[in-house]
């Protein structure tokens, strides 16, 4: 009886260990330049820039999440180990500080945007797979979200379940005619939150 408990709980605190979100890493590379001349400005009468706006490239900025190499048990795992064998889902949420009064920054992403980090996982070969397809679903239907420029109100632009790599995000400036003139410096910020469900 002894030896059964005793494998039951080496059982239960295997599980245990495995069920504690891993720390992980977000690297952002790229951020849009983005600039208005005199020949991109609204000439039309009644129309105004925070209405249309301009884009930046789809892939203005590339976002990566992986899990963190770690050492339990004696032995090291590399991240794409633990990528593979503990799937979460990842809410990313965006705000900015230093963006001017009177402008809009926009953000956005397409369904199952970016790579699967690693391309297949022991999650794949579940049959029932408890948080769904590792797959990326964009907030709002991959539509613009306009982006708080206030940490307190961060909003959350897209969710993804287990690792990913390379997820474009574009951006959209709408500045209404009472934005001042020159050079602008805003810094997005982009917060990962990983749950279990």
């Known amino acids: 009886m002894k030896k059964y ?3 039951l709980v080496a059982v239960l605190f295997s599980m245990t260990m495995k ?3 891993l720390p992980g890493t ?5 951020f849009p330049n983005v600039s ?3 020949d991109d400005l609204i000439e039309e009468a009644g129309l105004n820039d925070g209405e249309i706006g301009f884009e930046s490239n789809f892939d203005a ?9 770690s050492g339990e048990f004696q032995f090291s795992t590399t991240s794409s180990e633990n990528c593979s064998e503990n799937v979460y889902r990842y809410k990313v949420f965006m705000h900015t500080t230093g963006a001017p009064q009177h402008m809009v920054i926009e953000a956005k992403t397409t369904f199952n945007s970016g790579v699967r980090f690693p391309q297949s996982a022991a999650y794949d070969d579940l049959v029932v797979k408890p948080l769904g397809p ?14 708080p420029n206030d940490g307190a109100s961060a909003i959350k632009v897209f969710e993804f379940i287990g690792c990913r790599e390379d997820i474009p995000i574009q951006f959209k400036i709408k500045a209404s005619a009472l934005a001042m003139a020159g050079i602008s410096d805003l810094t997005v910020h982009y917060t990962v939150v990983g749950s279990l469900d």
């Open 5 to 7: 408990i005793l494998v």
């Open 19 to 21: 069920s504690q979100l």
């Open 26 to 30: 977000l690297d952002v590379s790229g």
């Open 36 to 38: 208005q001349g005199v």
């Open 61 to 69: 900025s590339l976002i990566s999440f992986k899990l963190d190499s």
């Open 134 to 147: 590792r797959d990326l679903t964009p907030e709002n239907g991959g539509n613009y979200i306009t982006i």
